[in-house]
């Protein structure tokens, strides 16, 4: 079984450029979170949605959005990129919406903002 | 104050060593609790999920203490392959399942 696939795996970008990733969940889980990764840090979360509505956001700019699709899959826009925003991008799926439940992370979107 | 602090290390062990990581939260609303393990650039993977009464899997032990508000890692008899970073990591509740907060990570390894 495919597990979570993130899209593309390596991204160029300049500032001021506006960027789509792409995050196509482990079939059958409904829930997708992001997170963002700078070097030498743990992932900070961006967002998560359950069931295409938007359940919980993190303390990012509004440069910052995301949508869920019917089939799950979600993107990550960012827009306007600062040099900070390079960064590894996860994007991680759950089965359902709950405390316990356990989460399997994509192998990431590496962005660089030049 | 970071929400989940660690020691990033790294740890330089020999093999066969035993090694322990702790880590401590500041919000005591927290409600689970988790070890993750990162190779290098690579995405996090759950190592195992951490509970009051302490839990083993194999070689790995973890324990929480929620009246210290911290969690603990052991590794025993160390392999070349334990070497990675481990995140701890704590989910702050309220039925926000995505919402994990990490730590920086510690960096352990484990040297012939």
């Known amino acids: 079984d495919a597990g979570v696939t993130q899209s593309p795996t390596h991204l160029i970008k300049t500032r001021g450029q506006q960027v789509t990733l792409r995050c196509s969940p482990i079939?059958?889980?409904?829930?997708v979170s992001w997170y963002q990764q700078v070097l030498g840090q743990g992932p900070q979360f961006i967002f998560q949605?359950?069931?295409?509505?938007?359940?919980g956001r993190g303390n990012f700019p509004d440069r910052f959005s995301a949508r869920q699709f019917p089939n799950y899959s979600s993107e990550l826009n960012v827009n306007a990129l600062l040099l900070g925003d390079s960064a590894l991008y996860l994007c991680?799926?759950?089965?359902?919406?709950?405390?316990?439940?356990?989460?399997?992370f994509g192998s990431g979107t590496q962005l660089s903002v030049l | 104050r970071k929400e989940v602090e660690q020691d990033p290390g790294p740890f330089n062990v020999p093999e066969g060593a035993t090694v322990a990581f702790n880590c401590t939260y500041s919000?005591?609303?927290?409600?689970?609790f988790f070890w993750y393990r990162q190779d290098c650039r690579k995405e996090p993977k759950l190592l195992m999920s951490?509970?009051?009464s302490g839990n083993e899997d194999g070689r790995f032990t973890a324990q929480l203490n929620r009246a210290s508000q911290y969690i603990s890692l052991l590794i025993r008899d160390s392999k070349l392959s334990d070497s990675a970073t481990y995140l701890c990591?704590?989910?702050?509740?309220?039925?926000?399942?995505?919402?994990?907060?990490f730590g920086q990570g510690t960096t352990l390894q484990v040297k012939p």
């Open positions: 951490v509970y009051s």
């Open positions: 990591v704590v989910n702050r509740g309220s039925g926000n399942t995505g919402k994990l907060i």
């Open positions: 919000n005591s609303a927290s409600q689970s």
């Open positions: 079939s059958g889980h409904k829930s």
């Open positions: 991680a799926s759950s089965l359902r919406y709950g405390i316990n439940e356990k989460l399997f």
């Open positions: 949605y359950y069931e295409k509505e938007e359940r």
